[in-house]
């Protein structure tokens, strides 16, 4: 049976029980909107310590949407959720910890389905998994084809991932651990990530990376560069969303010789500057392929800057400049 509901509809549902439970259990509203998200995939009120009155109320919320009975779009459920974790980030995160808009996990997955060419099933890890929000708007793009991973140190985050995966049935393993220590996950086939910005505090096991500063801490952001090509297979493919300024730091001379011997840069893509706060704070897309016997250097490399997405027009003529770099490197 399937029931017509807005996204805004089932946003407030979310936002309501996360207030309610916020308050109830003295908890974030992120956290609540975990628990929420885990009692709408059960179908009733988990927390067994809520008063009477607060249980019949979230029931009921819970029963005019029931998710098991209707069959929302994958996507409708996944927006009224990111919507919820916006307004749970505005209340508290840290910088760093920033969701990952879906107009990029949307971009990513179609440069995705570009290069991927005829190859329906793949592996996938997203070693900064966060709320889950960049990989599911992936798996919402592929659905039933992909198996992932998803790695994160902010177990709230995890929490808010897992709930997600649930609510969205993709079948995703999630690790709460640091990226950067060893890792159990078979090597992939695709890598995405938004990388963590930064100094990366653990130097001792820093050490064990190529990418490792010399001098005082090294920079989180090139280590997870360094452990996703340790762990994605020959001619697998990496998108990365990077600092702008990732080639002019003071580490950026060993990267650049660290990734001509590893990989091939595939592309370079600069994201609407209205995307980010500010102009430092914007970012681009990496588009690297490991190297392989077999694979080829690119012709050229994709160098390209993204209008605003309002801008219609403009978008259409970096499509096309984007289609044609991916069928002159098809024609080999
Ligand atoms: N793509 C994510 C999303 O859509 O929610 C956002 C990723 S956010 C920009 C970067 C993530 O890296 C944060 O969730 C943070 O907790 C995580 N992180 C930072 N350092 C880490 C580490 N050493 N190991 C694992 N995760 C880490």
Known sequence: MNQEVSIEQLFSVFDESAVLLGHALSITYLEALGETAENLFHGYVMQEELNDVD????????????????????????????????KGMKEHVQPNHQMTPDSIGIFISYLMRKSNGSKRTFTLLDPAVGTGNLVMTVLNE????????????????????????????????????????????????????????????????????????????????????EQSLNHIKPGGQ????????????????????????????????????????????????????????????????????????????AIANIMQKIDRWFSAQQKG
Not at 149 to 166: P, Q
Not at 197 to 205: F, H, L, S, T
Not at 214 to 224: E, I, M, T, V
């Open 55 to 86: 249980e019949k109320r979230l029931q009921k919320l819970y029963d005019n949407v029931n998710l098991e009975r209707y069959s929302y779009s994958k996507e409708l459920i996944r927006k009224s959720y990111q919507l919820a974790i916006l």
């Open 142 to 225: 592929f659905d039933e084809m992909v198996e992932a991973h998803g790695i994160d140190l902010d177990d709230v985050l995890l929490k808010l991932a897992y709930a997600g995966a649930n609510l969205l049935q993709h079948p995703i393993t999630l690790h709460n651990q640091d990226a950067l220590e060893p890792l159990l996950i078979d090597p992939v086939d695709v890598v995405v990530c938004d990388l963590p910005i930064g100094y990366y505090p653990n130097d001792v096991r820093a050490a064990a990376y190529r990418l490792k500063a010399d001098n005082g801490h090294s920079y989180a952001h090139h280590l997870f560069i």
């Open 238 to 313: 990496l998108f990365f969303i990077i600092p702008n300024g990732l080639f002019e730091s003071a580490e950026a001379k060993k990267l650049q010789s660290f990734l001509t011997e590893e990989a091939y840069i595939e592309g370079v893509i600069q994201l609407p500057e209205s995307l980010f706060k500010n102009k430092q704070a914007a970012k681009s897309i990496l588009m690297m392929r490991k190297k392989a016997p077999g694979v080829k250097k690119p012709k050229e490399v994709l160098l390209a800057s993204m209008p605003s997405l309002t801008d219609k027009k």
